[in-house]
């Protein structure tokens, strides 16, 4: 297992070269890239069906890259190990101490986690999309796109709980890699310190989802930050940034149904990257049609999972659409209404909420770095204002 898995990784390793090397997007960005690349290649395979086919070919392309680019590198002699700093050592260590932890967990049933489970062993048995007939699942409009990452780790890795568990650590751990591409010198420590801070606010308060199963709930904003990340990164570079954004705002569609407003934080965030950036672009004309394109792109998976719903399975109550919201709705009474608004307050105000204590918790950290950078340090300082 650990040998199939290495090579799962590998493979991975193969599509960032591609990325940092031709594409040229930002090198701790990369990785979140390839996971959101090869989610994205099985979504549009799925429905051709050739899920298996195209897995397989995935991974084969996948180890030629990386083993031709060590292979170009030996003959150059400029194959160097990686540079061990603070910030390397720090996240390997974090990333041993989850994966030697998940590798030897088993899978925590409960909710609607039951659905990613299942789905996963469907796609790994069966090779396709499930359809009406299969009734395997009783919220059939829930798209597919984090699932099937974790298909690719079992279909490299093999199937068992701890390979799924492995496979979603790894793409949430390729997005907390992704944060630190905002760090343009890594001799900050302070900024490094304070982003290891949010992580850990994150895993402290992330009680009510965990990592040991196969919940979406944690992907989403992580996927959602490690995209604003590097969007804030490459924004001078709208090519770059254009492509990124395509990649992750188009899986992030297909994650969840609710993922449509994560979608929607991360394309006004690129808007406006590209204003604030304007006078620097020379081809104005050229900026604009790319980035109306990559908007519109951001979309298409999502508008094929809608189609797809509502050609082939039937619907659901986790249906987010119009019709849908006004039936949920229309079924509730004014005293209901107020009894989830009430709540809803309640919840948000109460400092003994983990929501609460974690948005609290943040923002302190936020302005004692301030305070330190700006009081202590004597130099100036944005974050605040970011």
Known sequence: MILRISLFLFSLFGYRVVFKQLVKLNERVSWVASCALITLVLYFSAYLGQLYIV???????GCLLGAGYLVKQLKEKTLRPPTLNLLTIWLLFYFLLFAATLLTTHLVHYDNYSHWAIIV??????????????????????PIGSSLFIYYATLIGGYSDSVMLFGQFVFIFSCIYAFFAVVKDESRALVITMLFSFIAVFNHFNIAIRMNNLLDDFLLPMLTLAGIAGLYRMQLKYRQMSVFLVLIAGSLSIVKNS?????????????????????????????????????ASS?????????????????????????????????????????????????????????????LLANLILVTAFIVIRFVLKRKSSIVRY
Not at 271 to 292: C, D, E, H, M, P
Not at 303 to 311: A, E, G, P, T
């Open 259 to 295: 993922a449509l407003f994560f979608t929607a934080v991360l394309i006004v965030y690129y808007i406006s990257r590209i204003i604030v950036n304007w006078k620097f672009y020379q081809k104005k004309g050229t900026v604009v049609s790319i980035a109306l394109c990559s908007i």
């Open 55 to 61: 897995g397989i070919s995935l991974f084969a392309i």
């Open 121 to 142: 062993k469907f796609l790994y048995t069966e090779g396709r999309l499930p359809a009406a007939g299969d009734a395997i699942i009783s919220f059939s409009s829930y």
């Open 299 to 359: 979309f298409i998976p999502y508008i094929l999972w809608s189609q797809h719903v509502k050609n082939n399975l039937e619907s659901s109550k986790h249906e987010v659409n119009l019709a849908a919201y006004q039936q949920t709705f229309g079924e509730k009474d004014q005293a209901v209404i107020q009894q989830i608004s009430d709540k809803f307050i309640s919840t948000i105000t109460n400092l003994g909420t983990p929501s609460t204590e974690g948005i």
